[in-house]
């Protein structure tokens, strides 16, 4: 493929699935929230300015450190902008954020609110500016545990609504079983909305037959790991569960060693539906146009390959009709 058809792939209309709202911030907005706050984050920042980190559970400890700086709706608010503007700089028309009320609010239903207010009200503004649509996946967090995960999803289940469209689970799935969060799952269906989780991202694909069986998501955070039963290749394939893949995430955690060894290509060959997110770019050192350009470049995926995948992408968003029909549009340029 030469420069010129990367250069057209990098510029599509993309949708993502999955990105963590406080991993997207800039390093430079948390530094200078920090400065502002007079919080001390050395350790948190390598001495080229990128976050430092060794390994996935070193990666956790950092994301909380330093999105620990972030303490007030305002500050999300900030934030959002900050992420927003990214996104549209990367061609994104659609997005799904993972919000976690342990992190907004400390758990408490009504600062939940305010929180969720304030970066609602930032994503309509940005929307009307920059043309990005931000919907919000309230997330649990595995290592936490489970009797958080029912409070978030109480917090999810309050506040439900053609803005607030799914709830998931993140986190060190090292930790815990899954049934254990079945009920916050159960909480989060019964108020109507779409389910993911992470799973198959560290742990095989147990743990992703898990998540279907178990929890009863559509669709899962990572899940690659799958690839290794083609059994469960075949039924992800037949029940339209889709895989919110990650690879330059995989690839900075050390999940595969390098992308072309990802197994991206072969589950979206074996027919499972597959969409390409950044999750926490600052810190993984990508951008939704770095994603696009890299699989171009590894897979030899041309524009109508990546026009496929956002289409399937926002066939699995957890968006009312309405939206998704606004959004199918946005994707059809030449
Ligand atoms: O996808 C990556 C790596 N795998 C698992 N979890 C996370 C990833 N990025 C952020 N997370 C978790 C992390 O535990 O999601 C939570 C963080 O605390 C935030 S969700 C708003
Ligand atoms: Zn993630």
């Known amino acids: 493929m030469d420069e010129d058809q990367i250069a057209h792939v990098a510029d599509l209309p993309k949708v993502e699935l999955h990105l963590h709202l406080e991993g997207a911030a800039p ?3 948390i530094r200078g929230i920090a400065a502002e706050k007079h919080v001390d984050l050395s350790g948190v920042f390598r001495p080229d300015g990128g976050y430092a980190f060794s390994d996935f559970v070193h990666f956790l400890s950092v994301y909380e450190a330093a999105t620990g700086v972030l303490k007030t709706p305002a500050d999300y608010a900030r934030l959002t902008r900050a992420v927003l503007e990214e996104s549209a700089a990367n061609g994104v028309v659609y997005s799904e954020t993972f919000l976690s009320p342990d992190f907004c609010g400390g758990g408490d239903l009504s600062a939940w609110r305010d929180y969720l207010a304030a970066i609602r009200e930032t994503a309509e503004a940005a929307e009307r500016d920059m043309g990005v649509t931000l919907r919000g996946v309230v997330t649990c967090i595995r290592h ?16 439900a609504g053609d803005w607030l469209v799914g709830f998931g689970m993140g986190g060190d799935e090292n930790r815990g079983e899954q049934k254990d969060f079945a009920y916050a799952f159960d909480m989060a269906r019964e108020a109507g909305l779409g389910l993911t989780t992470h799973a198959g991202e560290w742990r ?15 669709r899962v955070g990572h899940g690659v790991r799958a690839v290794e039963d083609p059994a469960l290749v075949e039924e992800l394939a037949e029940r339209g569960i889709a895989l919110e893949v990650c690879p330059g995430s995989n690839v900075a955690l050390g999940v595969y060693r390098k992308l ?3 197994p991206i290509e072969t589950l979206r060959g074996k027919g499972v539906k597959v969409s390409v997110s950044t999750d926490d770019p600052p810190f993984f050192h990508t951008t939704m146009k770095d994603e696009y350009r890299n699989l171009a470049r590894t897979f030899g995926w041309d524009a109508d390959v990546l026009r496929e995948l956002n289409r399937t992408a926002l066939d699995t968003a957890f968006c009312d009709a309405a939206t998704r029909t606004r959004i199918a549009k946005r994707l059809e340029t030449p």
Request: net charge neutral.
């Open 260 to 262: 072309s060894a990802h």
């Open 204 to 218: 095989g694909p147990a743990e992703v037959r898990a998540a279907i069986d178990v929890l009863g998501v559509s």
């Open 144 to 159: 936490f545990g489970p009797d958080k995960a029912r409070a978030a999803a109480r917090c999810a289940a309050e506040t």
């Open 27 to 29: 390093p430079a907005l």
